[in-house]
């Protein structure tokens, strides 16, 4: 791919299908309410898995281009991470222990990898689970993909200061053993005080029967882009979740059919089902404010200004 020199301040955007997202329209007036003057984003898509050529092509391209000043990596934040650690003069904490990227910023002439997503799925997280949830009810936590998006939502939920709010018992499925392998090396690194299995998938059957099993109030996830960059759904439509549960679809585009799965049993089995779309503001936000070295608030007045800005945004 040949990268043509960014000619204004820009933020590229790493993705599979980047111009179908709504930050397309909701990054310039985000820009605008934010004084960011004459900012753009760029999309760069790559198929999932590309080859390790295209992420370091990619990451020199904006290491050397001097108005582009940074990225948003979605989907490819392992596998840039692997393919392109080298190039980076700086490896924050949570990338270095996650092995991923879903950031990339420049620091005083620096290239800098970045991982936000334990801040962005964390403030998402907060949002809707109620305090005490795992403490009070004894639920456990199920996501189905095991890529960088469960990383750091594990690596949330099972932090030791939240004393007795955790999951009782954590399950990670995904159909890539290896996937599996690199979560599990993560979690040995985090000591975990409760249980984790991890669960290769041959098929959606597999995603069923481990729900099946699940506690009342449990937290269940679709971390597989499924439903977004890919149609369908990690679950059959036979898959019945457990009474009180959450149900996470980390999108917000797509055809969401686990969004709707989990919808048509809402009411009879008293679920509490939510779209990826706060996790998309924090997710963004986060980025932002580390490449246009900015300050954007994630609460209050000043966060539902921004969330009022993207819908409004992404309806035009």
Request: with cysteine; charged share 20%; net charge negative.
């Amino acid at each position: 791919m040949t990268y043509a020199p960014a000619t204004q301040p820009t933020l590229h955007f790493i993705g599979v299908t980047t111009g179908q997202s709504s930050i397309m329209k909701v990054f310039p007036a985000w820009a605008a309410h934010l004084g960011l003057r004459d900012a753009a984003i760029r999309g760069i898509d790559f198929p999932p898995h590309a080859e390790a050529s295209a992420y370091r092509d990619a990451v020199e391209f904006i290491r050397d281009d001097p108005l582009s000043l940074g990225a948003l990596v979605t989907t490819h934040k392992i596998d840039l991470f692997q393919a392109a650690r080298d190039l980076f003069d700086v490896v924050d904490p949570h990338a270095s222990l996650m092995g991923e990227t879903s950031c990339i910023s420049k620091r005083d002439g620096k290239l800098v990898c970045h991982v936000k997503d334990p801040i962005s799925s964390g403030l998402a997280i907060d949002g809707f689970l109620e305090p005490g949830h795992f403490a009070r009810t004894g639920a456990e936590f199920f996501a189905m993909g095991a890529g960088g998006s469960t990383i750091a939502m594990t690596w949330h939920l099972m932090r030791a200061d939240r004393g007795r709010d955790v999951p009782s018992r954590v399950v990670v499925s995904d159909r890539s053993a290896h996937r599996l392998d690199e979560i599990r090396a993560v979690h040995r690194q985090m000591a975990p005080a409760m249980p984790v299995e991890y669960v290769l998938v041959d098929t959606s059957t597999t995603n069923d029967e481990i729900l099946r099993r699940l506690k009342p109030g449990s937290f269940v996830v679709n971390a597989t882009g499924l439903g977004k960059d890919v149609p369908g759904s990690p679950l059959t439509d036979r898959a019945l979740f457990p009474q009180e549960a959450i149900a996470w679809d980390l999108n917000y585009r797509g055809d969401l059919v686990f969004l709707e799965q989990a919808r048509r049993q809402a009411a009879e089995r008293a679920l509490r089902v939510e779209d990826g779309w706060t996790y998309f503001l924090h997710g963004w936000t986060q980025v932002i404010a580390e490449v246009f070295k900015t300050p954007i608030p994630t609460s209050g007045a000043g966060f539902d200004a921004i969330s009022d800005i993207a819908i409004r945004a992404a309806k035009a």
